[in-house]
């Protein structure tokens, strides 16, 4: 049995531009008692079109999750596909129309068992902290990030280059392959928290920062925080959407004893 519970929260602001294209979602499975999806989705393409393609990551996520049942399916296939069936229908709204929709996703699904699996696809990023501490973070699907694996950017060299928005992987892309970069985590505890959030988020925070927020607030309080933290920093600049969704794992409340003496009820 689990030793702690699940305390979440989602937060947006649609920072300086003229609409919210970002997405974010929290869910449980019909048919698997105990597992939750958070998602999260950067919608692009123009007025309209980046929102309806960020939906369109929601709405699959959702659909394949009611759908879910563990004794059938593994989670790492059913994220997978998740990402396959949005960009197919993504690539399907820019035939019937005259918009190139295209977004970013992030999937988390916890298990009852203790265990944290997760996908992604762009430079949306899901970060996983033990108490205030990084554990882990997905590599963003972008230019720089590619340069710096081929050995052609140092780490340094890569923070803040100007090319560090183009990427290289998106949902709804004509010209390359999609690929669905899957991570998992066992062995969850009391303490751990995920929180995933979109560029409008992370680019103004370090690891750091958003570990401690975490991990000293509740999901809504660390949300507010976080939000007014990255306007604050924005300022001076065109500022992107901003979305999060925090997951936390907090201790069970302790079991408080009862001595007070009380009439026995007649036995029949």
């Known amino acids: 049995m689990s030793q702690y519970k699940i305390e979440a929260g989602t937060g947006q602001h649609i920072g300086d531009r003229t609409e919210q294209q970002d997405r974010t979602a929290l869910f449980v499975a019909p048919k698997a008692p105990g597992y939750m999806m958070a998602v999260l989705a950067d919608g692009m393409g123009g007025l309209s079109g980046g929102a309806l393609a960020a939906e369109q990551v929601v709405r699959t996520a959702q659909q394949n999750f009611e759908h879910f049942s563990p004794q059938t399916e593994r989670v790492e296939d059913m994220l997978d596909t998740i990402g396959r069936e949005a960009h197919t229908i993504i690539n399907l709204t820019a035939f019937s129309s005259e918009k190139q929709p295209h977004s970013t996703m992030v999937v988390l699904v916890l298990t009852p068992t203790g265990s944290a699996i997760w996908a992604h696809v762009g430079d949306s990023r899901l970060y996983r902290f033990d108490g205030p501490n990084c554990a882990d973070y997905t590599v963003d699907h972008s ?81 507010e925080m976080l939000i007014t933290k990255a306007r604050e920093r924005a300022i001076g600049s065109i500022a992107d959407n901003c979305t999060l969704a925090i997951v936390k794992l907090v201790p069970l409340p302790s079991e408080v004893k009862d001595y007070t003496a009380k009439k026995m009820r007649r036995a029949v």
């Not at 928005?165 to 062995?187: A, E, P, S």
């Not at 505890?189 to 750091?208: E, I, N, P, R």
């Open 143 to 223: 230019l720089v990030e590619k340069l710096v694996r081929e050995g052609k950017l140092t780490k340094e060299e890569a923070k803040g280059h100007r090319l560090s928005n183009l990427l290289v992987n998106v949902l709804g892309h004509t010209t390359t392959n999609l690929y669905v970069t899957i991570n998992r985590y066992d062995g969850l505890k009391a303490g751990d928290s995920f929180l995933l959030c979109s560029d409008g988020l992370w680019h103004y925070f370090s690891s750091g920062e958003l570990g401690a927020a975490l991990a000293m607030n509740s999901p809504r309080q660390a949300s």
